[in-house]
Each structure stands twice: as C-alpha cells, then as structure tokens.
C-alpha cells in the first residue's frame, strides 16, 4: 500500500512515455508556466468572483467570447458537466419540452433528472453501424412538427468517434419551429480554430457546451458555455450557481485565460498545422484500407475500426501499447486518438507505424456490423427524475426483465445508451446489456 497512491500512479504512468492520444489537450507537455499551481487562490477582493463576475473574470469571459464569436461566454471550473447543466437549466426554464438526440452523455441525463425534464427522444441514425452515427434533419423536424410543445432540441456533436451532425441545417429547422438549438460540443471546442470553422456557435446554435481541457490547452475541468441568443444572457450566471462550487480553481480559470491568449496569437495557426498532419494519418489509414466514420468528421480526431484487421476488445489496448500508444479510448472494435499541436511528431510517426502494423491483416468484412440502427426505444414508464430518486437497488441483469430503471446504462460510453433512468427494461435491452459485459443495473424497488 502506498501513501500516495494517486500521486505515485500518476508518476508511474508518465515514466511509461507514452504517446498520449487522450485528453487534456496539453498533453503535459510543458505549455503552463510553472507557477501557475503556486496561483492557487480563491475568490479575494482584487480576483474576482465566478458567479458574480465583474472584473477580471468578466473580462476573460469577454475575451472568450470575442475568440469563439458568442454573445456571452461563462467559464466552468466543473467541467463541461457544469456548463451542460447550466443550458438546460436556461433552457428548461422556457418551459415545453425538449428533444434530445439519443447519444446523450449522462451528464446530461443527469441534469435532466435533477431539473424534472421529461425528455422527447430522437435517434441517430448510422449506415455502417459501426459508429454512433448523426441525428437525421428530416427526424428533427418530423418531431418538432409532431409535437409543437417541444421548445428545443439537443444534439451531442461531435460524437466520441468524432462524427459531426449538420448544425447549420439543424439550426435552421429549430430555428424555423421556433425551438432553440443546444449543442454539446464537449469534445469539439478546437473547431472553431480549424480550416474550416465546424463550431456550433458558428454554424447557428443558440448555446453550446464546450469542454475545453478536453482538445485546448487547458487544466483538467476547464470549459466553457458559449451563448449566441441573447434571450439567456442575463440569467445564465444564476443558473450556473445553481449547480456550481462556491471555490472554482483560480489554476484552472487562470489555464483558460493562457489557452485564450495563445489561440489569439497564433495558436490557431498551430491547430491548422496538427490538422494538415492529422489528415495525412487519415489518409494513410485508408490506403490501408482500415474503416474510418464517413461523412463530415473532427479533422483532428482519428478513429479506426481494429476489428476489421482482426484486433478486437482487450487486444487492442494491448496492440496500442506496444506500440507506446495511449488511445483516448478503444470500445472493443473501434480506437479513438484525440491529436492536437501538443502531440510530438514522435507521436504522430508512432500512430503511423501502429497503422502499418495493421499489415495486410485488414479484411473490412470482420469490421462489418451485426447491430445497424435496429436499438428500440423501451417503454417510458416514470420521468428520470422520479427514477432516479425512486428507493433503488443493484440488480443482476438477467433477473431485471420488467423492472424500471433507476440509471442509464451505456455499452460503451458515450455511444447511445440501451436504458434510460424511468425506462423498463425488457429482454431486447437485457440482451444488449449482457453482449457488452454489464451484469448488473441499478432498478428502482418493487
Ligand atoms: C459527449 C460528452 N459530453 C459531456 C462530457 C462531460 O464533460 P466533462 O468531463 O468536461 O465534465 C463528456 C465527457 O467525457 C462527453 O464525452
């Protein structure tokens, strides 16, 4: 037993040296001057306060939103959780109802169980099957044209594997029902520095949430709510207090700052030029005849299918790390890289060799996909806010058919969760759950 077991793991695992594909955008590699962490101070006289911000945080916050073309732009010191909550607060408050796109993080589920939404689902949809896949324009607007209490729509893009959803078409058609559109755009707040600006803010949503430590270089925890309908403006502060710390982190805030400052000077540059380098791996991953997501995708995120090079579920860690490569995350058949400026060309050559190691293994038939948009949505029996505070219990999944559940459960997050916090589980969704390995589920009492 060690004595600092957190601390210790944390060195143990930076003494492996590997390629880091994950979040934070940083990727530690040096951007922070080293006296940011002795900055760590708290809400004084001369440093301002998050929630009642009027001066130094308030002029960071007009910075971001110059940076990111927003009307009003809220920094989170709790993660984009934090700004994810505070959208659908300002947005609940409208009243109606809200659509959400199925592929949903569970923070959000999450916030809507604590705010008493009662969610109208829409389900993406995916020619491969192999990825999350995009929520269809033409299902958005059936089910605005459905349902007229329906006063927003929420969609997660750019999805893990780094798909993108049509915003702008999207926003038109919200726009054109007179609902709003909320984006979570958690793992896409680089594209607004990108050759081709893909951020939502840009493309027409009304809010989005952004995790900025996530592709920027910014602290783990930093993000951002960016706001370009001036409706929310003025009460967006009171409704991030509603779930925030009293003591958000002076370190993070002050990495938000420095992230902003070098994406004003340059730095925008430096996301352009990962870009060009990153399509340079994509394109080598196709020659390779690897499958990646179709359609409009993150130019800097990379995701492979292994399965159709026969590398599947615990192997493809194992591959990665041999090859001294950390993936941000392998969901059994697909790996996901996330590349920024931070990742060394060492790095960048690593992904390439792991690439070429994929040889002539690859037989794109192993990577086709049993399970194509065939996921029903369970029957609705209580809202999630009920569910979740319902007196609940662990139960085996094989005994739950029947029973109510009391929180999502998702294969492999963030993909499209099989049950909803207030939803009944039945066999089909015991099936799923059982094929990727949960064996058990929270379900509210008998
Ligand atoms: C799609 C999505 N939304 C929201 C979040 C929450 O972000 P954070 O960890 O910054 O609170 C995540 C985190 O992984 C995510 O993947």
Known sequence: ??????????????????????????????????????????????????????????????????????????????????????????????????????????????????????????????????????????????????????????????????????????????????????????????????????????????????SLHKTLPVLTGGAVLNIANEEYVDRAKQAMSLFGSTSPSYPIMASIDLCCDYLRNGGTGKYREAEERVGRIKLHAKKNGLIQPDGECDPLRVCINTSCAGIKGNEQTEFFHRHKIEPEFCDGSNAVFICTPFNSEKDFTRLETAIDDFGNRVDVRLGLSQDKNTIKLPESVMTPREAVFSKNENVPVNSCCGRIASDSACPCPPGIPVIMPGERIDEDVISRLLNSGIETIRCAEN
Not at 30 to 52: I, K, M, N, R, V
Not at 117 to 136: A, H, N, Q
Not at 140 to 156: H, P, R
């Open 1 to 210: 037993m060690s004595d600092t077991p957190i601390y210790s793991q944390l060195v143990k695992h930076h003494k492996l040296d590997y390629s880091p594909f994950h979040t934070p955008g940083h990727k530690c590699a040096g951007f922070f001057p080293p006296e940011l962490l002795s900055l760590d101070l708290t809400e004084l006289p001369d440093t301002d306060a998050l929630y009642e911000a009027s001066g130094i945080i308030l002029e960071a916050e007009k910075n971001l939103a110059e940076l990111f073309g927003a009307k009003r732009t809220l920094i989170s010191g709790s993660g984009c959780t934090l700004a994810i909550q505070t959208m659908l607060r300002l947005a609940s408050q409208r009243g109606g109802k809200i659509l959400f796109a199925r592929n949903i993080h569970r923070s959000a589920v999450n916030a809507a169980a604590l705010l008493g939404i009662e969610p109208v689902w829409v389900m993406p949809y995916s020619d491969s099957g192999l990825f999350t896949g995009r929520v269809k324009p033409e299902d958005i607007e059936q089910a605005l044209k459905k349902d007229s209490d329906i006063t927003a729509c929420y969609v997660t893009s750019p999805d893990y594997y780094g798909e993108l959803t049509d915003i702008k078409a999207l926003s038109e058609i919200c726009h054109s029902y007179g609902a709003h559109l909320l984006v979570d755009n958690a793992h896409g707040s680089h594209l607004a520095f990108t050759n081709k600006n893909l951020h939502p803010i840009h493309l027409g949503a009304d809010m989005s949430a952004c």
